[in-house]
């Protein structure tokens, strides 16, 4: 049986979509199923930002197929391990959690390796500078579940 992943953050278009791509090339794809999610549905169908595109394409990996959407009280049933990259986010998908057993399948991501700072920023109203800071945070992250996972 796979262990499935969610990476949830705001918008689903700038931090999950990327941490979805990073953590999908880090574990066997026969193993470890991974998507991501939002907690607002304001870009439902789209795809990523373009700069988390590009920041990723730097990095090697293609997230240009995903597609936007919205984190549903559902996923906790779907998935094993619900990462959120920022207090906020914690509070949203949190609020969704019907039984203690989803609330302990949610946890920031950051809590997974000491940088300092428990949340990871929201690049979208600043710089290319600001995704590649994010891009580093997150791959930092995924590394150390990536090796829990496999």
């Known amino acids: 049986m796979k262990t499935k992943v969610l990476m949830v953050c705001l918008g689903n278009i700038c931090r999950s979509p990327l941490a979805e791509g990073i953590l999908q090339s880090k574990v066997d794809s026969e193993n470890v199923f991974v998507d991501s999610a939002g907690t ?55 609020s969704l959690a019907s039984s203690e057993s989803n609330l302990q399948k949610v946890k920031l991501l950051l809590t997974e390796v000491n940088l300092g700072i428990s949340e990871v920023p929201d690049p979208y109203y600043g710089g290319a500078d600001g995704f590649e800071k994010v891009y580093q945070m997150i791959d930092e992250a995924c590394e150390a579940i990536a090796k829990k996972l496999n």
Not at 84 to 90: A, F, I, Y
Request: aromatic letters at 12%; hydrophobic letters at 30%.
């Open 40 to 94: 607002a549905g304001y870009h439902v169908g789209n795809p990523p930002d373009s700069r988390s595109i590009d920041v990723a394409r730097k990095y090697g990996l293609d997230i240009s197929f995903q597609k936007c959407r919205k984190f549903t009280p559902q996923d906790f049933q779907e998935f094993d391990h619900i990462y959120v990259m920022d207090r906020s986010n914690l509070s949203n998908v949190s």
